[in-house]
Structures are given as C-alpha cells and as structure tokens.
C-alpha cells in the first residue's frame, strides 16, 4: 500500500517535471505563480504547526528579492547563487528578530510580523543608494535570459523544497515537538523541549523559505520595488491558501494554492481589482465554518464514514 | 548527600507568598507525601521544583547540583518529571505519541527506540489500544496515559500531582498499586494527594504545607496526629 | 515626612526628568514639543478603545485601525449629504457604530471568543481585510479630504506659530481617558467588566452577565473609535489603508503600558509622539521616523521578556 502511495508521487513528480513539454507559455506562467504562492503557503503552515502566527512573509519575501537582487547586481553573483542568498539573509533577519521577540510569543510576536513588511518597505525606500529607493531596481536582465522552461524548473525547485520541509518536520521529531509547544508549553518544557530554541529554528527555516521564494520571483521579473516586493499579496494569498487548504498538513496547503491559484487567474480576468477582498472573506468564512479547511474536512468526513 | 533539598525557597505571586521559606528534603527512593490544605501550595511546589516558574528567594539542590536556575527543559533531562492536576493531554496525537514525546525528548531516543520505549510503558501501566485518538479515554486512562508521559523521561524523581482525583475505589486500589510499580522500578516519588488512605498506605514519610509553608514533617501516623496538622485542615478527616 | 526623600523616589525623578526635557525641547524644537504633544493625544484617544477590547474582552482586533477609517468616511458622507459638521458628526457616529459594533459581536466576534488565540489573530486580520478592500472597492485610494475653514486656526508666541485646532485631541483625549476611568472604577456596569475582565468565570458565578458585558464593551469601543475617525476626518485626508497603521501603533502603546493601564497608554504616547516628531524635525531623517514605534515594541518586548520571573 505504501509503495503504491510513493508511485503515486514519482508519477506527480515526473509530470510536473516534464509539464513545459506539454503546455503553453502562458499557463507555465500561471504554475510558476502557483508554486511561488505554493510554496510561501506551506512555510505559513509550517510557523503555524508551532502555534505561532507570521503576517510578516511580505517582507521576508521582499528582503529575499532585494537581497538576491541587489548581490547579484552589485557583486557580480551567479543569480542562482543570489538566490540562495536572498533565502541566507532572510533567514538571518528572522534570527535577529526571533531572539528579540519570541520570548514573548502569540499576539506580540503576532504584531511585530505585521509590521515587519512595512518597516523593510521604509528601509528600502531610504537608502537609494543601495536599493533604488521609491522606484526599485531594475536587474540586468531576468534569470534565465526569460526562458519560460528553466524559470518553471526554478520555481519548481523552490516549491519541492518548501514541500520537502513541511515532510521533514512532519515525520520527523520536530513534528512531535511542535505539536506539543503548540499545544502547551508548559507540557513541552516538562517533556524536556526546549520551546524558544525549537520556536526560533522553525521561525528561521521558514523564513528562509520565504526569502528563497522572493528571491526567485526578483530574479523572474528581474525588478525589485518597495511596492511590489514587499506586497500585502504575498502575505494576504498564502494564508488564505493555507486555511482554505487545511492547516497542518502539507496537502491542505497545496490544495488551497491550486484551487485559490486558479480562481484568482479565473478572477483576475473577471473583476480587475476586487480578488483582495474575496481572499479577505475567504480567511474569514474559513476561520468561522470551517476551521479545518477542505483536505481537514475531507479528512474528517472519511474518518467519520471508515467507522461506520 | 540529599537526593532533592530546598533552602527557604520561596515564591511570590504578586503580593502574596505562595511558597514562604519552604526548606526540606527527599530521600533517595522513599515515596514522599505532600499534603495540606486546598491552597496551601502544594502545586506551586511542583511548579517551582519542575523549573515551571522562578523561585523568588532560595535555592534547590538536586543530586547536589543547583538547580534553582535551570530552565525547565534541562531539569527534566536531569530526572525531574511531574504529572499535572488537571490532565493536559496533547491533541493531534495518539495515545501512544502523546507517550513518545517524553521518551523523545526526556532523553532524546531516535525516533524508533522513542516508540518502542513508550509501547513497553503502556504495558506496564496496562494501557490498550494506544494507537487511539485521545478524545475517547476514560478518566483512568488518561491519568494513566499523563504517567506513561512523564515515566517516558526517564525520570529519576517523579511527582504525581493528585492522580487519584475522580476515581472510584476500585480505580484508587489500581493506582495504589501502579505506583508501587513504579517506585519498585527504583524511581523516588513525590505524591501529591487530598486522598489520606493513599497517603497512608504509600508513603514512608509526609511533609505537610500551609499557607506556603512547611508545618510538620515525618510519617504519616504521627503527622496525623499533630494538632497543628488537624487545624490546618479544619475539621477534614482521613 | 522629609520633602527631599519624596525627590528620591523614581517617579519624581521621571517627572523632573520630563519637565527638563520637556523645556529643552520648548526653546530648541518647540515644533516638536506641540506637534508631537497633539500628536500623541491622538495616538492615545485611538488606543484606550483598543485596550478596552483587549482587556476586558480579552481578544486583539486587528480591525481597529479600520474601524477608525470607516468613522472617517462616515462622517465625510454625512457632511457631503447632509451638510453636518464632522465634529457635530461624532454624535450620530458614537451611535452608528456603537450598533456596527453590536452587528460585528454577535455576528462574528462572538465566535472566536471560545477559540484558540490565534484563530482570533486571522479572523480579524481577514476583517481588517475585508474591510479595507470593500473601502478601496467602493471609494477608490483616492484620497478625500474636507475643505473646513477651522482647521488652519493658529496662535503665536513670539516667532513661534504653531496649529491650534489639533489640540482638540488633547481634549478628546482627556474626556475619553477620564470617561472611561470613571466608568470603570465608579459604575456598577463599569466595575462587573474589569471582573468579568480579569476572571470571566469568577464574574459569572457572582452572577454578572459576561456575555451582555462583552457585548456593550465591544460596541463601546468600537463607537468611540468611530467617533475618533469622525474628528480625524476633519484634519487628514483619508483612504482606506488611512486606519491600518494606528493599529499598530496602537497595539505598541498597549504593550508598552501594559493589559489594563489605562493611564500608562497616555504616557507612553507623549513619549512615542513626542520621539516621533523629533525624529520627523530632521530632514533627511524623516523617513525614519515610520520605524520608530516598531524599534520601540521590539524594545519593550525585549525588557519585558528578561524582566520576567516566571519561564
């Protein structure tokens, strides 16, 4: 039964791996989106196993865009590199800015993610010098020279780490340990859990993620903006996937970034400026009726119908 | 050298002292009883000695080494484990997960080792089906599930605060027994118990609190018979 | 008592301390000193409903700051319609929103109450959400403002000129601060919500009614945010992303001061506000001065952590 499960996935691995093969350049360019939104999903879903809340992916996105863009302008670096470096310094900055804050956790360390997209946004826009200011920095050229293909298997890579991590700490003890702290801490701390050093690391790895993430989607657009780097989308999307999907889970978050990802192409096209507000409602209507999202629900609806 | 002491450790909680200048000891591998009356601090006692909170005077000494300002986490790796009053059992796992996490981390076993360690204390503690969801668990069993929990660390000191709380006569004479079990397993115990017929029939020794402090010391029939012990209690009889 | 021993106490050393600052900054910067004083005054009169909610009704609504917004456009429809002053507004707000208050209790907040913390960190992110793209929706980021004649008022000291309408959220800022101590400490309706506040449980043995006390505390606070918009329309031009930073900043004074302390919001404003301003008086610097109260929370939160006693 188990191998059976693994052929599945190898068989969903290889048809992803080989999709440029079969569709067109407009709908890769979809996917690519998809599995960036994917991917910033999981890493919210991830922080969230421990019971914490980021609204801050915004900016770690953005500081992983700027960071890889900026390197790879100023310092000659290979983009990919730049990439992974963008991923370094997000990570870093999550460091810094856990040891502060999550010896306070829940709403504080809620609020200061709220404001940290805002607060990198301002930095960014005063040293133009180094960032280009208001207007961004426009990259020599995009990643890939724009080859829609190599930009797919980029961006695919990127999301297949997000999924590996989110399988890591899910199998693995980390899963035992988050699910405690979250939980309650004060069981954890009995079991022998060291609930600030686990908090902090997860908070890390996750934002490195969303830093690898935004660092990829700089290098596809070749552009970096206050404006557009740092946008209420990349925090807004991915949490509203996230809970439509399922919390805790690693498909709840694929499936709400498949289906919100194609909605929103599908509404993009039909109302040109309302799809905030339906991610907007759709985080509300989740949280309200709904909590467990649509691979919870399924999941519990199946539970309920193999015991009777 | 004392197995566990404490020098004057005292802890505040606002203005009030729910643990005033409390100095006492355990021995190695007796089964200590802590008693008092409701409020009289017993569970701040645990809380303190667990690494839950800071004392705000004096110091704990554990196998020698000072403890008083270890983080909770390393207290346990050094054998300090407790149950809780009121059962806080982890959701989202099974039976036998919400065990393996103190064998994870009490000890730090890999994964598989971790398993095979809490399936053995189910069964020394006569737990089945533990692979179930925990919402669907009588009251024994979850007592008896927050013990696997806390044995699953390994302890070398256990406290078990109240676990004969809601159970019948038959279940208490399960449990009088279980701990015995237990402390033949060479682990030394702190019992925590409003119950006196448990306290009579476990324990070699009883510490007795009040408003904080510690009032009366020794074995359970002479502690009983102290009149500062029967005041404090106020008309409750074993 | 010795009069000098009352100057070693810390909280007399703060007070000498401030006044000296306080007339340093009146002949260097006196820019900052009102500026930043009336710019306080409304941080806090935008906070205290804020810390109503969070410690009475024991929830963080990440609307607050939009709330504020729809007072604002509230009162300017009012005005445009039906001709109405925005400070006259404030009445008919404190209604209206006391109602929108009602509607938003019983229809959603009510059911988070029971929930875990952070199902109530995304419902009212997703509210505050909502609610500012239905604003940019219906009104477009346009922003609006209301030609009122009052507002440039002005007075002189010497060369000094400096705007005197602000100083009406110096007021505002006393009346809601009085009102609300009042309320709390000397109202028996005031005295069963800091009950129910600290221990819902408690309050409901002794027969309070905690569910009506959250529900009349939320529509409270939500009134008088309401009303705050109204009297900020009069000054600012709005939209709709107007309100989302005072819910920070908000939420910053909140920690600062403390769950429950009511008059530590208003302290901790004059010294945010008044740092503000002194950051924005330095050109070059100003873009800076946005960081300034999240410096100021990662700080605190910081103090706050080590400070504890208990893990």
């Known amino acids: 039964m188990r191998n059976l499960r693994y052929l599945l996935y190898i068989a969903i691995l290889i048809v992803l791996i080989t999709l440029p093969l079969y569709t067109g350049v407009y709908l890769l360019n979809v ?99 180094l960032t280009g200011g208001p207007e961004g920095t426009v990259l020599p050229s995009a990643i890939f020279a724009g080859n829609s293909t190599k930009t797919y298997w980029l961006v695919l890579v990127v999301a297949l780490v997000s999924v590996i991590a989110s399988e890591i700490f899910r199998r693995t003890r980390i ?134 | 050298m004392p197995f566990l002491k404490t020098e004057n450790l005292t802890r505040h909680f606002g203005g009030i002292a729910a643990l005033n ?81 103190g064998s994870l981390f009490g000890k730090g076993f890999g994964q598989r080792e971790a398993r095979e360690k809490a399936i053995a204390l189910c069964e020394f503690l006569e737990l089945s089906d533990i692979s179930r969801d925990i919402t669907r668990m009588t009251a024994l069993e979850i007592k008896k599930m927050e013990i696997a929990h806390a044995l699953a660390t390994q302890p070398k000191l256990l406290f078990l605060d109240e676990v004969m709380a809601g159970l019948n006569s038959d279940e208490t004479m399960e449990m009088i027994a279980l701990v015995r079990r237990i402390h033949s397993r060479g682990i030394t115990i702190g019992i925590v118990e409003h119950v006196m017929r448990v306290i009579k029939e476990l324990t070699h020794r009883v510490v007795v609190l009040d408003w904080g402090e510690v009032i009366a010391e020794g074995p359970y029939e002479e502690v009983s018979n102290d009149p500062m012990v029967i005041t404090a209690y106020l008309g409750e009889e074993a | 008592m010795n009069p000098f021993s009352k100057l070693k106490q810390s909280n007399y050393q703060i ?123 219906i009104w477009t980021s346009r922003p609006i403002k209301l030609p009122l004649p009052y507002v440039s008022a002005s007075a002189t000291i010497g060369s000094f000129t400096f705007g005197t309408f602000e100083f009406v959220y110096v007021g505002a800022v006393i009346i809601v601060l009085s009102g609300l101590l009042l309320f709390l400490k000397r109202t028996g309706t005031g005295q069963a919500a800091l009950a ?29 945010v309401g009303a705050i918009g109204a009297i900020f329309m009069t000054r600012h031009s709005i939209f709709p992303l107007v309100g989302a930073p005072f819910t920070m900043k908000s939420f910053c004074l909140i920690a600062m001061a403390g769950i429950g302390n009511l008059m530590g919001i208003l302290w901790c404003s004059l010294i945010l506000g008044l740092a503000e301003n002194f950051v924005l008086s330095f050109r070059g610097y100003a873009g800076w001065a946005d960081i300034l109260f999240f410096a100021l929370i990662v700080l605190v939160i910081m103090v706050r952590s080590h400070q504890r006693q208990v893990k």
């Open chain 1, 31 to 129: 996917t690519d989106i998809i599995l960036i939104y994917l991917a910033l999903a999981l890493s919210w879903d991830i922080l969230l196993r421990s019971g914490q809340i980021s609204f801050g992916m915004a900016g770690l996105f953005g500081v992983g865009g700027y960071a890889a863009g900026l390197i790879h302008l100023n310092a000659g670096v290979n983009p990919l590199i730049s990439i992974v470096m963008g991923g370094l310094a997000a990570g870093l900055l999550a460091w810094l800015i856990g040891m502060a804050v999550l010896q306070l956790r829940g709403m504080y360390f809620a609020i200061v993610t709220l404001a940290l997209a805002e607060i990198f946004r301002v930095i960014v826009r005063n040293l133009p010098d």
């Open chain 3, 15 to 137: 007070v000498i301390i401030s006044l000296v600052l306080a007339i340093i900054l009146a002949l260097w910067k006196p820019h900052v000193l009102v500026e930043g004083l009336q710019r306080a005054c409304l941080y806090a009169v935008i906070a205290l409903p804020m810390a109503l909610i969070l410690g009475i009704v024991g929830i963080i609504n990440l609307a607050h700051g939009d709330f504020m917004m729809l007072g604002a456009y509230f009162a300017y429809f009012l005005n445009v319609y039906t001709g109405i002053d925005p400070l006259v507004a404030i009445f008919p707000a404190l209604a209206a929103f006391f109602l929108i208050g009602m509607v938003s209790y019983r229809a959603i907040i009510k059911y988070v109450l029971g929930a875990p913390e952070l199902n109530q960190l995304l419902l009212t992110f997703g509210l505050a959400m909502v609610m500012e793209q239905l604003a940019n929706l």
């Open chain 3, 196 to 224: 129910v506040g600290q221990n819902p449980r408690g309050a409901k043995l002794v027969g309070i009614h905690v569910d009506r006390t959250y529900l009349f505390i939320f529509s409270l606070s939500i009134a008088l």
């Open chain 1, 175 to 308: 899963h035992f340990a988050l699910t405690s702290i979250r939980n309650d801490e004060v069981v954890a701390k009995s079991s022998g859990i060291d609930v600030f050093k686990y908090l902090v690391f997860i908070f890390v790895v996750t934002s490195a993620i969303q830093g690898l993430t935004g660092g990829a989607y700089a290098h596809i657009y070749g552009f970096v903006s206050p404006e557009g780097s740092f946008s209420i989308d990349f925090t807004l999307l991915p949490i509203a996937m996230a809970l439509l999907g399922g919390m805790h889970s690693t498909w709840g978050p694929v499936v709400g970034a498949v289906v919100l990802g194609v909605i929103s192409e599908f509404l993009k096209l039909k109302i040109p400026y309302g799809h905030l507000l339906v991610y907007g409602l759709i985080i509300v209507i989740a949280i309200l009726f709904f909590p467990q999202g649509i691979v919870g629900t399924i999941g519990q609806k199946l539970k309920k119908a193999h015991r009777a």
């Open chain 2, 21 to 101: 200048h409390v100095s006492m000891e355990f021995r190695e591998h007796e089964i200590l009883g802590i008693i008092g009356p409701n409020g009289a601090g017993k569970t701040t006692f645990i809380n303190v000695i667990a690494g839950i909170y800071l004392p705000t005077e004096g110091k704990m000494y554990f196998n020698g080494q000072n403890i008083s300002d270890l983080p909770a986490h390393k207290r346990c790796r050094l054998g300090i484990a407790r149950t809780f009053q009121l059962v806080r059992p982890l959701q989202g796992l099974s039976l036998l997960e919400n065990v393996m996490v």
